[in-house]
């Protein structure tokens, strides 16, 4: 079973950029998608950003669309999450996750991936 672990984060200031990695053990044979998703004290986990773990498509949250970059590479079965131009509502516990086992049509909904990581503290100061 893929077991995932993330790492990366810490304080920044705002304007500033974050790197977040996320390593999958266990195989990736049947892994279809990954994604990142964040949850700031006192909301709801939401979506971030996500990629097909094979294929080119990406999806990104409309408040960090043009400043956050999803990539992975395959050989390292690692995800990676470039955050740039941070804000101080970006501060949240980001987390990796992925879906294993059969396709999805909606990647930005948490309940679709059955796999998380546990979180990276991402605080970002004014």
């Known amino acids: 079973q893929v077991q995932l672990v993330e790492s990366g984060g810490g304080l920044v200031q705002a304007g500033g950029s974050l790197r977040l990695s996320c390593v999958a053990s266990g195989g990736t044979f049947s892994t279809f998608a990954m994604g990142w998703f964040r949850q700031a004290d006192g909301k709801e986990r939401e979506f971030v950003a996500a990629?097909?773990?094979?294929?080119?498509?990406?999806y990104y949250a409309d408040s960090v669309k043009g400043r956050f970059t999803i990539s992975r590479d395959y050989a390292k079965n690692t995800v990676w999450l470039q955050m740039n131009s941070l804000k101080p509502e970006d501060t949240a516990v980001y987390y990796c996750?992925?879906?294993?086992?059969?396709?999805?049509?909606?990647?930005?909904?948490?309940?679709?991936?059955?796999?998380w990581g546990q979180g990276t503290q991402v605080t970002v100061s004014s």
């Open positions: 990629m097909r773990w094979s294929g080119s498509s990406t």
């Open positions: 996750a992925a879906r294993n086992g059969g396709p999805i049509v909606n990647m930005r909904s948490p309940p679709l991936y059955n796999t």
